[in-house]
T-cell receptor, first 114, second 112 residues
């Protein structure tokens, strides 16, 4: 299907485990983003990527790792999950930079760290 | 520190009336602003945007107003419809070029 997809949609993991959230887009957009949504904070940028093999930190990158070997995929890895990383994670893509381009969001992944 | 603030967590409006959602920002370098709408269990979807060279942008029932001197923007929805019930996020960009800063969201309920 065309668009932007995230998997899994729901995930429960234990503290200290590594978990990877997947994001895939079919538009060949250059830019991809990872956000987390928490009560009282809205959406906060974790990492973004301007192109394959180019990534940069956002507001809250600590505890997360990203990679982008292919334009269409942008996985987010929690190397050692903590309870504070319980959140809803959204992936987004855009064809241009944030200044002039709207972002298209995936449906989100609800992650619970126990 | 939150650079984009939406001070009203929720808003209820009668169907057919105007909905006004407000957003304040602190960074004077922001020069591009967007509104997103979010339904439960879905990702946000783009609604309308405005650049700092304008003070108003309209798209059908949706109008965004920007007051740069007050660092304030608002979204007007006229007339409001029950399908407009959702969480609305404002977002701002401009100082670093590739990052949007989002507000905390306002939950709008349009009562039939």
């Amino acid at each position: 299907d065309a668009g932007i997809t995230q998997s899994p949609r729901y995930k429960i993991t234990e503290t200290g485990r590594q978990v990877t959230l997947m994001c895939h887009q079919t538009w060949s957009h250059s830019y991809m983003f990872w956000y987390r949504q928490d009560l009282g904070h809205g959406l906060r940028l974790i990492y973004y990527s301007a192109a394959a093999d180019i990534t940069d930190k956002g507001e809250v990158p600590d505890g997360y790792v990203v990679s982008r070997s292919k334009t269409e995929n942008f996985p987010l890895t929690l190397e050692s999950a903590t309870r504070s990383q319980t959140s809803v994670y959204f992936c987004a893509s855009s064809e241009s930079s944030a200044i002039v381009g709207e972002q298209y969001f995936g449906p989100g992944t609800r992650l619970t760290v126990t | 520190d939150q650079q984009v603030k939406q001070n009203s967590p929720s808003l209820s409006v009668q169907e057919g009336r105007i909905s006004i959602l407000n957003c304040d920002y602190t960074n004077s370098m922001f020069d591009y602003f967007l509104w997103y709408k979010k339904y439960p269990a879905e990702g946000p979807t783009f609604l309308i945007s405005i650049s700092s060279i304008k003070d108003k942008n309209e798209d059908g029932r949706f109008t965004v107003f920007l007051n740069k001197s007050a660092k304030h923007l608002s979204l007007h929805i006229v007339p409001s419809q029950p399908g407009d019930s959702a969480v609305y996020f404002c977002a701002a960009s401009g100082d670093t070029g590739n990052q949007f800063y989002f507000g905390t969201g306002t939950s709008l309920t349009v009562i039939p």
